[in-house]
């Protein structure tokens, strides 16, 4: 239970014996209006009303003009937030700054952590997990992706962090403050700042980050008001894990996760063996072929797999979206061959932007320096950036993804969406100039038809705003949902497709281990067995953190290879091995498909079903040397209070929990079953 004193600005748990904020809680605006800029640093006629479990302020900000409503509602022992600003000018207001949120002294809080969720380790390996210490001493950063190439919007985020959640506290016990807003991206922001003579903590309330998020609130018409997402306040005790626990459960309750049926194919990537050869008809011509794609369906059975995805080759050129019938006959009748000589159901790669100068050019994102987005991503390629909001380009765009799709597709991903900067073409219909939030938009209303019309098609959406490789810009559950819940089904697992072993050495991979942790959104992931070890590591690294699985690179193929090339490896030596692991993989499919996961460690995952007393752990060593792991598993977590049966380590059974022990090579890793098979 919280207890909230606004008069005061006090948040605190008597059942935590800790108070989390202590100073006045913050209430500051700066912008402009047509007299001129404004900093609005206190709230006047504050009135403060509380009725039964909800504390409702009011008041007003004199340079802006601007009035607000502050609602904060005891809900099951945790407090939710909403605010509403109100222009009250017979003009718009232009907001570029908005600081609101409660305040908790540092000084006497050095050691406690300000923990991102579900984020700790950002896809870039980046760390954040930050002491009180730390934050006084402004050793703090977002993860943020870059690309010169492209207009980009100023960064909005100066002296703060973001992050989906957090968690504030001891580490061990403390709170969880979480921003929910499904329908405007907006994140959870948190500032150190000064406040009479000492630095605080600002959280929860509402802020800018990114280009400006959540942009509908950066400019309010005269007589116009936004309402930010809920911020939710919610105590955890027990450890870090329980913290990541609870904004999983939070997002599973509003229906971003996975439905109870869910088993996902086990995907086989052709692209590993057969190639990349970016557009290039007469290579396409020579090794994308009907042939080789059925060879890559033979391995794709041998295997035990049960799809074949295409990457890219299988269209005219890439961005197309037209499929290349004079080389791969139709599309219905591979489909046909697939399911009828190899058992197999057929995936495929669709892009936005375009590698030839297909498209009309009106289509085109149009920059203020040139009237086409003309792209080089590697030498001799063209990308061309078509405009999704554009509703011509739009509206064909998805007549040719139907066009394929409707023939029995089982699985897509929409890969390379991410918004390339404003386009100021006034002809299609969007701001001018265009914003990401416009983007975010059409990308998701096209893959929500896609599937709408498509059914029995599963949707892997890449981030639409920043591709892939240091931080997402959308939070992971914005607009997902299965069915009719939302607009796609599945996330990316963050391109640990290429260098695997490296991502784990050096812990950006563990990125994968906290969204599993704190997020049920599916995500998918391929990899490749050539890039992997004979211990096979990163293959049950990707089993255990990431839902959908996609494996493929029997024999590898230069052109998708990083530039030093791989180690030397035994092809058939490293297949067999993953025929092995595969067979065991299918065999526990469900615990690792819809199970819940419980982090004992970075490197132990436990994974359990409802209802079945046990569970399977996946233990790793990945370091270079033998190492002896113990560990204990509480008996709570396996749902059973006496001993089960135990393969894969030792086991010494008490009233609480089992302590395993094992043996583990370097760079290896382990399964433990725990339970009748």
């Not at 630095?199 to 400006?212: H, I, K, N």
């Not at 329980?242 to 939070?250: I, L, M, S």
Request: glycine fraction near 8%; include cysteine; proline fraction near 6%.
């Amino acid at each position: 239970m919280l207890d909230i004193d606004l008069a005061s600005g006090r948040l605190s748990s008597a059942h935590l014996q800790a108070t989390f904020a202590d100073r006045a809680y913050r209430y500051a605006l700066s912008g402009s209006t047509s007299a001129g800029d404004f900093h609005d640093e206190a709230l006047l006629d504050q009135r403060i009303d509380q009725r039964d479990n909800v504390t409702v302020v009011t008041g007003r900000f004199a340079g802006s003009g601007i009035t607000l409503e502050q609602r904060l509602q005891t809900v099951n022992g945790h407090v939710e937030e909403t605010i509403t600003l109100r222009n009250t000018r017979a003009e718009p207001v232009e907001l570029r700054h908005i600081a609101l949120g409660f305040a908790a002294a540092l000084e006497t809080r050095s050691a406690w952590r300000l923990v991102a969720i579900p984020f700790r380790v950002q896809l870039d390996g980046s760390v954040h997990d930050y002491t009180g210490q730390a934050l006084i001493a402004g050793q703090f950063h977002n993860a943020v992706y870059s690309d010169k190439t492209r207009p980009e919007p100023p960064l909005t985020e100066e002296g703060i962090v973001r992050s989906e959640a957090w968690a504030w506290g001891t580490g061990d016990e403390g709170l969880v403050i979480l921003k929910y807003n499904n329908e405007a991206i907006e994140l959870s922001v948190a500032a150190p700042e000064q406040q009479a003579g000492e630095t605080v903590l600002r959280f929860g309330g509402a802020g800018f980050s990114l280009y400006g998020e959540p942009s509908a609130a950066r400019m309010l018409a005269a007589g116009a008001e936004f309402t930010f997402g809920t911020t939710c306040y919610i105590p955890y005790s027990g450890g870090l894990a329980q913290a990541y626990q609870v904004y999983r459960d939070f997002i599973d309750a509003r229906g971003h996760g996975f439905p109870p049926d869910y088993n996902p194919p086990v995907n086989w990537n052709e692209l590993y063996d057969v190639g990349w050869y970016h557009s290039d008809a007469e290579k396409l011509k020579q090794f994308y072929t009907r042939a080789a794609l059925l060879a890559e369906a033979a391995k794709a059975r041998d295997c035990g797999c049960d799809l074949l995805y295409l990457d890219p080759g299988w269209g005219i050129a890439e961005g197309t979206t037209l499929w290349d019938e004079a080389r791969l006959g139709p599309v219905a009748d591979f489909i046909r061959t697939l399911k009828q000589d190899y058992g197999l159901d057929l995936a495929y790669r669709t892009i936005l932007r375009c590698y030839k100068d297909h498209w009309p050019h009106n289509d085109m994102v149009k920059h203020p320096d040139r009237e086409v987005s003309e792209l080089t991503y590697y030498p001799g390629a063209e990308g061309w950036e078509p405009c999704l909001p554009n509703p011509a380009f739009w509206q064909e765009k998805l007549r040719r993804i139907l066009a394929i799709s409707q023939h029995g597709v089982r699985f897509m991903m929409f890969d390379e969406m991410d918004w390339r900067g404003p386009c100021y073409d006034p002809s299609h219909g969007h701001q001018v100039p265009s914003t990401p939030m416009e983007h975010v938009v059409a990308y998701y209303a096209l893959t929500r038809e896609v599937r709408r019309q498509c059914p029995g098609l599963t949707i892997e959406a890449h981030d639409p705003v920043w591709p892939w490789s240091t931080s997402i810009y959308v939070p992971t559950y914005f607009q997902q949902g299965f069915g009719d819940k939302g607009a796609y089904d599945e996330n990316w697992g963050f391109e640990y497709m290429w260098d695997c072993l490296n991502d784990l050495r050096s812990g950006k991979a563990l990125a994968l281990y906290y969204y599993a942790l704190g997020c049920n959104v599916p995500l998918y992931l391929h990899i490749t067995m050539a890039a992997d070890n004979d211990q096979c590591v990163f293959f049950w690294w990707t089993a255990s953190t990431v839902r959908h699985l996609g494996i493929g690179g029997k024999t590898s193929n230069k052109t998708i290879e990083p530039g030093g090339g791989l180690p030397p490896y035994d092809p058939e030596q490293r297949f067999a091995a993953y025929q092995a692991h595969m067979r065991t993989y299918n065999r526990l499919k469900p615990f690792f498909v819809r199970g819940q996961f419980h982090g004992i460690a970075e490197h132990i995952h436990l994974h359990t079903l409802r209802d079945v007393p046990g569970g399977v752990v996946n233990v790793f060593n990945l370091t270079d040397d033998g190492r002896q792991i113990d560990f204990e598993v509480p008996l709570n977590l396996l749902g059973t209070t006496q001993a089960l049966p135990v393969r894969g380590a030792q086991a010494e059974w008490s009233s609480k929990a089992v302590r395993l022990r094992l043996t583990l090579h370097g760079m290896s890793p382990a399964l433990i079953e725990i339970g009748s098979r």
